[in-house]
């Protein structure tokens, strides 16, 4: 059931990814360093529509999370680029080749491989807080320097080092629910707001959610959103594994198997951030290329 539950937040942060970015085509640059620029997303209808599309994929991955296991649904979430190259094509006029559609294929065959033949027999909910203390600090080194790598170059490479950002930062804060569930189930809500772990993951959540918007701004979709998608699981197997205690189940070769398929469904997704998007159309129009829509957690 956990499963089921994370396609389907999969399935509706790729809407809303391509929600977010229809509403921002056309609105010139959105910065960090441009307060405004997000106040004027706010004002785009489709934006708002993305919006609430992210915040309901929010709710299911959350119910996901408390009824699995951080290292199994957070790799499910790589299939949200497989949702968006669909999504892409119909609502912003994104191209999709052939290598993309080959690509999203071995990052369904991989996942599915990892999911059959896998399965976490065990893990805890929550971790030292040293040692919460050290991811939080790594990512937050990591997360600043993309945001520094991707402020210089193509709008392709900005796409894809703040949709690397937005990755990282989301699987921190899907990571620190796992704490803030717990918390919630055996205090209630004041013990939920009491705890440091709550107000970490909603930092690390409300920042990747800007971060996310600078790189669908951008108008490229597959780098970002592939970016997005393959960081998030790669840090909540990380730390799944290194601070919870979660293992695939023996025996040994399954866990071989399960984790071939599982790098066989990532490097799919990063192969995709090399496609070059172009318009749908091919119509001979003279456009001012400053005016072209290229799509923008």
Not at 5 to 28: D, P, S
Not at 149 to 156: E, M, V
Request: glycine residues 10%; aromatic residues 8%; contains cysteine.
């Amino acid at each position: 059931m956990a499963d089921v539950l994370a396609l389907v937040a999969a399935c509706l942060f790729a809407l809303a990814a391509t929600l977010q970015q229809k509403g921002a085509l056309g609105m010139g640059e959105v910065s960090l360093g441009k307060p405004s620029s997000f106040v004027n997303l706010a004002k785009q209808t489709w934006w708002l529509f993305g919006t609430l599309a992210l915040l309901a994929g929010y709710v299911f991955q959350a119910v996901a999370l408390d009824n699995g296991k951080l290292a199994v649904i957070q790799p499910l979430l790589v299939t949200t680029i497989v949702f968006a190259l669909p999504l892409g094509y119909l609502l912003t006029q994104q191209h999709v080749n052939r290598e993309q559609v080959v690509a999203a294929g071995l990052v369904v065959l991989g996942l599915a491989i990892f999911i059959v033949v896998g399965d976490a027999a065990s893990g805890n909910d929550d971790a030292p807080s040293w040692e919460w203390a050290i991811v939080i600090v790594v990512l937050g080194i990591a997360s600043a320097l993309l945001v520094v790598f991707g402020g210089r170059g193509s709008l392709a490479r900005k796409a894809a080092a703040f949709g690397a950002c937005a990755g990282l930062l989301y699987g921190l804060s899907a990571s620190l629910w796992k704490p803030t569930a717990a918390t919630l189930d055996a205090d209630g809500l004041s013990g939920m707001l009491s705890n440091w772990e709550f107000w970490a993951f909603a930092v690390a959540g409300i920042l990747a959610f800007l971060v996310q918007q600078v790189s669908l701004a951008t108008g490229k979709l597959a780098p970002s959103v592939a970016m997005t998608s393959v960081l998030n699981p790669l840090v909540g197997i990380v730390v799944g594994t290194l601070l919870l205690d979660e293992r695939l189940a023996d025996p040994t070769w399954h866990k071989v198997v399960a984790y071939i398929g599982l790098g066989l469904a990532l490097a799919a997704a990063v192969s995709i951030t090399r496609a070059t998007e172009e318009p749908k159309t091919t119509d001979p129009v003279d456009v001012d290329s400053s005016s072209v829509a290229t799509p923008a957690t």
